[in-house]
T-cell receptor, first 113, second 114 residues
Framework: QQPVQSPQAVILREGEDAVINCSSS?????VHWYRQKHGEAPVFLMI?????EQKGHEKISASFNEKKQQSSLYLTASQLSYSGTYFC??????????????FGKGTKLSVKP | DGGITQSPKYLFRKEGQNVTLSCEQN?????MYWYRQDPGQGLRLIYY???????QKGDIAEGYSVSREKKESFPLTVTSAQKNPTAFYLC?????????????FGSGTRLTVV
């Protein structure tokens, strides 16, 4: 039931773009995205609800393809502060996870000067 | 400022001991959660509570116990029955069953068995 994130890790130079994918085998009601810096708490970035919406947060945006049961996080013109591990959390449409979020294993993003 | 406070930040436990991790929130959130984080494994749900005096098991509840006597507090006890307790523990809260809002996480407790 755990969503699958890809890639597992990515290294960027400042200013480069990246895409992180989150795929589920279940029909989804919502997808959350969080960023966690080493040893710190995950920080909420955005939530996408079924309906195929796309959301933006500064230079970080995301899409949710309900039919494909997947979400993608887009990081544009990356900055050093974008470094961290990105997690997606999914909620099943049919209550399979009791309405709670199931998190992927994370994608480690490193932005170099 | 509103937020979630977890204490202690670091905790060392001897084999066979029970330890309790504290989680307090002043966000007036109804729902609270405990997650365990191991390297490369993501966050796994231990217990959750949607309302005071009620809580439910998550995916990996064995060897753990919780209580929810107050809205603000959701302590987690790691019992001696938990065979591999060394991990990073995160407490989170959300406004309620409405998942249109994100989770707020505490800064975590790193538990090590010595």
């Amino acid at each position: 039931q755990q969503p699958v994130q890809s890639p597992q890790a990515v290294i960027l130079r400042e200013g480069e773009d990246a895409v992180i994918n989150c795929s589920s085998s279940k029909a989804l009601y919502s997808v959350h995205w969080y960023r966690q810096k080493h040893g710190e708490a995950p920080v909420f970035l955005m939530i996408l609800l079924k309906g195929g919406e796309q959301k933006g947060h500064e230079k970080i945006s995301a899409s949710f393809n309900e039919k494909k049961q997947q979400s993608s996080l887009y990081l544009t013109a990356s900055q050093l502060s974008y470094s961290g591990t990105y997690f997606c959390g999914t909620e099943d449409s049919y209550g399979g996870s009791q309405g709670n979020l199931i998190f992927g294993k994370g994608t480690k993003l490193s932005v170099k000067p | 400022d509103g937020g979630i406070t977890q204490s202690p930040k670091y905790l060392f436990r001897k084999e066979g001991q029970n330890v309790t991790l504290s989680c307090e929130q002043n966000l007036n959130h109804d729902a609270m959660y405990w997650y365990r984080q191991d390297p490369g494994q993501g966050l796994r749900l231990i217990y959750y509570s949607q309302i005071v005096n009620d809580f439910q098991k998550g995916d990996i509840a064995e060897g753990y116990s919780v209580s929810r006597e107050k809205k603000e507090s959701f302590p987690l006890t790691v019992t001696s029955a938990q065979k591999n307790p060394t991990a990073f523990y995160l407490c989170a809260s959300s406004i309620g069953t409405n998942k249109n809002y994100g989770y707020t996480f505490g800064s975590g407790t790193r538990l090590t068995v010595v």
